[in-house]
T-cell receptor, first 113, second 110 residues
Framework: DAGITQSPRHKVTETGTPVTLRCHQTENHRYMYWYRQDPGHGLRLIHYSYGVKDTDKGEVSDGYSVSRSKTEDFLLTLESATSSQTSVYFC????????????FGQGTRLTVV | DAKTTQPPSMDCAEGRAANLPCNHSTISGNEYVYWYRQIHSQGPQYIIHGLKNNETNEMASLIITEDRKSSTLILPHATLRDTAVYYCIVVETSGSRLTFGEGTQLTVNP
């Protein structure tokens, strides 16, 4: 399995609090992605990164920010969590441009109460 | 990136071939077709990809029509462990976004 670790795996937080999810990889892959998945829905892209300090928005980026200060870490931050952000969050990595063969983490289940 | 369309659900008998269709009628010449699957609550797993030729690996076969507007993922001898959501996505060779749709829920029945 690709070396990709998400932390925490589960988190319950209160509305209005900041939350940071971490994705750590040991593969030295260039691209990193954050997705959310809600019941009955597929994966929706939140943000992605194509290098250190290089990030771009996905289709559901509102309410989320990201940072990538090192190749191996991609952080997803919910500045002020809302109940609509209750979801399962997946991180993925890919090693080169145009390569759709991505490796996914095991997911983080976030509940905002 | 081109959009894909897949049936929301399909059933297959154990031991039979599962043929999962995907429509990508707006695909352009520099876009590959990729297939993933997601077994309940796990992260998606890459299966196979292709540009215009048919492809086969240890997991599945991918058949792409000559006009490249559709493709079919074939699991030759489906098992209960193949029950999952299968995603077909299109990726531009110079692109970096990986955009998933809703996928097809394949249920393999005993």
């Amino acid at each position: 399995d690709a070396g990709i670790t998400q932390s925490p795996r589960h988190k319950v937080t209160e509305t209005g609090t900041p939350v940071t999810l971490r994705c750590h990889q040991t593969e030295n892959h260039r691209y990193m992605y954050w997705y959310r998945q809600d019941p009955g829905h597929g994966l929706r892209l939140i943000h992605y990164s194509y290098g250190v300090k290089d990030t771009d928005k996905g289709e559901v980026s509102d309410g989320y920010s990201v940072s990538r200060s090192k190749t191996e870490d991609f952080l997803l931050t919910l500045e002020s969590a809302t109940s609509s952000q209750t979801s399962v969050y997946f991180c993925a990595i890919s090693h080169r441009t145009g390569n759709g063969e991505a490796f996914f983490g095991q997911g983080t289940r976030l509940t905002v109460v | 990136d081109a959009k894909t369309t897949q049936p929301p659900s399909m059933d297959c008998a154990e031991g039979r071939a599962a043929n999962l269709p995907c429509n990508h009628s707006t695909i352009s010449g520099n876009e590959y077709v990729y297939w993933y699957r997601q077994i309940h609550s796990q992260g998606p797993q890459y299966i196979i990809h292709g540009l215009k030729n048919n492809e086969t690996n240890e997991m599945a076969s991918l058949i792409i029509t000559e006009d490249r507007k559709s493709s079919t993922l074939i699991l030759p001898h489906a098992t209960l462990r193949d029950t999952a959501v299968y995603y077909c996505i299109v990726v531009e060779t110079s692109g970096s976004r990986l955009t998933f749709g809703e996928g097809t829920q394949l249920t393999v029945n005993p």
